[in-house]
């Protein structure tokens, strides 16, 4: 029963709450098949690789200047001064593992709200 779950519980399962669609959720009850299913959620490919590479921005990564005054300017390299030693740091580290972790590394994180 749906009612008994939480929204962790319901929406984990990505069928549920996908983050995008491909075709319009239906619109009457029992006009669905497995095939128009599948055409509407998004495909797996999609699921596992960022939307638009092109667009992505690393963590600290600032294109617009929204700072003239030198103390945000200073704070903002020094931010992005201990992020590249971040980053090096589990360059370093991975070199010696046989799989290596990146999902904390700086450059793996895009500079958004989502983190």
């Known amino acids: 029963d749906l009612l008994l779950l939480g929204p962790y519980e319901f929406g984990a399962w990505m069928p549920n709450f996908p983050a995008s669609m491909r075709n319009p959720p239906p619109q009457a009850k029992g006009t669905t098949s497995l095939e128009s299913y599948l055409d509407t959620i998004p495909e797996v490919n999609r699921l596992s690789f960022p939307p638009w ?50 999902y904390l590394d700086p450059c793996q994180i895009e500079n958004s709200t989502s983190i």
Not at 63 to 86: N, S, V
């Open 53 to 102: 590479p092109e667009l992505f921005r690393s963590l600290g990564t600032y294109p617009d200047e929204h700072f003239t005054e030198e103390e945000p300017k200073q704070l903002i390299k020094a931010f992005q001064g201990r992020l590249a030693q971040i980053s090096q740091g589990i360059q370093e580290r991975n070199k010696s593992l046989p799989i290596p972790y990146r």
